[in-house]
């Protein structure tokens, strides 16, 4: 299994360019996660899916959009970057935890993001 | 709203000896906490969980955690560290989100880094 696959790991934007960053996982997970990592503040989620067609917002949510129309994958669109989103991108999916606190997230690598 | 607090943002060690990574939690109801690691260019890996039962955790590496209600705290400790545990931590807590699920909010990490 590769598990959550990101792509792509390096991108360097300029300001009001729009891209994509891709998220694959192979697990059959039904939830999948969006955070950004910023120095000194950890991680902040910024949307997430807890199945294919249902989305919600997370705590910073500005700035991007996101959909799931298949069980696998997870895109982040980023509408018109601007240098406040440089930052490391992680994708993350888990079981659906249900209220349980099941939730173990497996995370991808990584996409680090530059706008300038 | 829950939360986590990492007290340190960076905990410097030599090799062999003990370290404590420090986690304070709020919440007003039942929690489930987390230890993550985060080698340098990676993504993030669960080192150990808190559900319920005993307070004491082990997890991978050699690391365990004890939950402590009444000081609301989830310290990780490792009683002889490595060069190669020099990593990123992340402590985290999982809140209910949207469609009754799950989702993590994470602690700003500490940085341990392990000295020969």
């Known amino acids: 299994n590769a598990g959550v696959t990101q792509t792509p790991k390096f991108q360097v934007l300029k300001t009001g360019q729009s891209m994509t960053l891709q998220c694959a996982q192979d697990?059959?997970?039904?939830?999948m996660s969006w955070y950004r990592q910023d120095p000194g503040m950890g991680l902040r989620l910024i949307h997430y899916s807890v199945g294919a067609g249902i989305t919600d917002q997370g705590e910073v949510p500005n700035g991007y959009n996101v959909s799931r129309s298949t069980t696998e994958d997870f895109p982040l669109r980023l509408l018109s970057a601007a240098p406040s989103q440089t930052s490391v991108y992680f994708c993350a999916s888990s079981f659906t935890g249900l209220g349980q606190g099941k939730t173990e997230a497996f995370f991808g690598q990584g996409t680090r993001l530059t706008v300038v | 709203a829950q939360s986590v607090t990492q007290l340190d943002s960076q905990v410097p060690v030599f090799e062999e000896a003990p370290v404590e990574l420090r986690c304070n939690y709020s919440?007003?109801?039942?929690?489930?906490l987390f230890w993550y690691v985060q080698y340098p260019n990676q993504g993030l890996q669960l080192l150990l969980k808190y559900l319920s039962g005993s307070t004491l955790v082990k997890g991978i590496n050699g690391f365990e955690a004890e939950f402590n209600k009444s000081q609301t705290s989830f310290h990780l400790r490792k009683p002889s560290v490595h060069i190669s545990d020099t990593a990123e931590y992340f402590c985290?807590?999982?809140?209910?989100?949207?469609?009754?699920?799950?989702?993590?909010?994470f602690g700003t990490g500490t940085r341990l880094q392990v000295f020969p």
């Open positions: 697990m059959n997970h039904e939830y």
């Open positions: 919440s007003s109801v039942s929690v489930y």
């Open positions: 985290a807590v999982s809140v209910m989100g949207g469609y009754n699920t799950d989702k993590l909010i």
